[in-house]
């Protein structure tokens, strides 16, 4: 992986030897990324397609049947495209996506509206915009692999006096399905140590962040048992934003892949399975009913839904009053969606 | 059935012979019903409760092997409560859920701005409402049986002078998985017969407003092959608006019980549940995104979450870029989706 580490540190060329390792050719053609090369767009460009790749590449080792990703290249006519790969039926992944998007157009009023009532200070009508990111969402067949999903993304929107204004956003969070303490406090120590190397407060503020965020409020749980989560991130520099971003997206693997490698083979039967598809359940009621991604994308013009919705599980249940056997370990997950942990045991250390 | 006319036609009292054929005690309490027997608040919840009996009756007589619904009768601290009726793994109805809610309360000053955004004429502000309803949605086990989904409901809201508006609204739509024309012909014809008795330009009207409302805009398909749909009817009288809602209401049975008699021992194979159980993902997606009464159902505190999601599939499946084979009876639904039929030939007519 030594080749792509500059892409993050320095502005590099993107070259034929990189593309053959990313799951298909840049959506900006080759010209523009290496006379741009300093530029963020380029860069972040070339380091999510650097993610999606390692990412999707770490998946496949671990289907021992051979189980590759799909990848679909697709264009957009109103300006820019994305590189959608989706592993569907694998032994060890039900369904695992792994998306970049690479876009730019003119943001609508509504959707500048929507901005500037988060804060952001920003002239009123319609403005150019750019965005690039990287989302994955993986659900494993089997019920003790807990389902993760990432994304990180770069924004930047153009007034009319022709001053930029950019900011990073992005975060990590894993859904179980059955509870293991172990497996949690590994995920958030991975997040934290990715967190801790650039400011000590990142971690606490954004693991608060994700909790809040990943809530589905009619029920009065959270998604899973959190991450981190942030938006709007434009200090301390663009560059030091950047590398901030890049340790979290490169923390993903670290963080999840030993949980799979370690479940993957687990023994599970009928009552297992019957309450991982009732939690998938709850995950498509988060994502549609909440989540603002989804819910941005569904509504943007010809967006392609179906690089949207490939997060949604390939099989989901809805049972009517279901709820666990209290004392059961099904009970003992759903606890910790009403009361998220403290995982790692730092407000003790506050004190 | 005869006894239950008079609840429809003249203000009779609810009586214990009444009661025992209800699946529960209505919500008010017998006094109050009693001694507003020509108030429409009362008039409106014994006739839904009357609807929701008939209609699981029905539905449990389909069911051979001797399934019956579990009945939750819940009341809301906020005031009034309702009556939720659930069968699950049927014979027949893999999931099929009958709701009655009575309510009464503060509308908060979120939900009177968006009711003035459609157009209504409302003091701003928090206003005392009621609100009685059914609704019903049914997912039959055989994919050659349609979903039905129906809904009829009363609001009323006091201002401040003490005034009095009151509208009905509602609406009853089919969702095949294989299209049978002569089904949906069936289908519509019933509907129209039930709207033609009180007025002649209802069905054309409510038959386009179902094709606008069910409508999977991120997919560019509706959920099915329509039916009706109506909002803030308030006019000839309320006596009037009140007696097309019932025939509307009573037309449910008629348009949908000869489906499922004709279908529910059909021939079909693993193929066709799975297609079957995409196009719940679909329904799932409409309701979750788009559904105006799940959204104002779910934001609302204190919400029965249950009693709203009991119209979500027993199970749902969504596959990356899943699309028909050209020419194939899937395909064939698909078509339809997309161009919205008129059943009954009524635009040649008008020519």
Redesign the interface.
């Known amino acids: 992986t030594a080749a792509y580490v500059s892409y993050k540190t320095y502005g590099v060329a993107y070259t034929k030897a990189a593309s053959n390792k990313f799951m298909a050719d840049p959506i900006t053609d080759q010209k523009t990324l290496n006379s741009n090369r300093n530029d963020m767009k380029a860069r972040m460009e070339l380091f999510i397609m650097k993610v999606q790749a390692d990412f999707c590449r770490a998946l496949e080792a671990e289907e021992e049947g051979g189980a590759v990703f799909?990848v679909?290249r697709w264009t957009r006519k109103e300006g820019g495209g994305g590189i959608?790969c989706?592993l569907?039926d694998g032994e060890v992944f039900e369904?695992a996506?792994v998306n970049i998007s690479v876009v730019s157009g003119t943001l609508s009023p509504q959707a500048v509206a929507q901005m500037r009532s988060r804060g952001k200070k920003l002239q009123e009508g319609e403005l150019p915009f750019f965005a690039a990111g990287v989302s994955s969402v993986i659900h494993p067949r089997n019920p003790m692999v807990p389902t993760i999903h990432f994304n990180y993304r770069y924004f930047e929107i153009q007034e009319d006096d022709g001053s930029i204004q950019w900011w990073f956003g992005g975060g990590t969070d894993l859904t179980p399905y059955y509870l293991n303490e172990e497996d949690s406090k590994h995920f958030h120590k991975t997040l934290k140590e990715a967190c801790d190397k650039h400011n000590k407060g990142y971690y606490p503020k954004f693991k608060k962040w994700c909790d809040d965020y990943f809530h589905v409020?009619?029920?009065g749980e959270r998604r899973g048992v959190g991450g981190i989560f942030f938006d709007d991130l434009d200090t301390p520099t663009q560059e030091q934003a950047f590398r901030f971003v890049s340790s979290c997206a490169e923390a993903v693997i670290p963080s999840y892949l030993p949980l799979v490698q370690k479940h993957k083979k687990d023994a599970y039967g009928y009552h297992e399975r019957q309450w991982q598809?009732l939690r998938r359940?709850r995950y498509?009621?988060f994502n549609?009913?909440y989540d603002r991604g989804t819910?941005f994308g569904?509504y943007t013009p010809g967006?392609r839904?179906?690089s949207?919705?490939?997060s949604?599980?390939?099989?989901?249940?809805?049972?009517?009053?279901h709820a666990p056997q209290p004392g059961s370990k099904e009970a003992k997950l759903t606890e910790v969606l009403r009361n998220p942990r403290d995982w790692l045991g730092l407000e003790g250390e506050a004190h």
């Open positions: 799909k679909d959608t989706v569907q369904k996506g409020a009619h029920r598809l359940g498509v009621e549609l009913i819910k569904l967006a839904y179906e949207i919705l490939m949604l599980p390939l099989t989901a249940r809805w049972e009517y009053m």
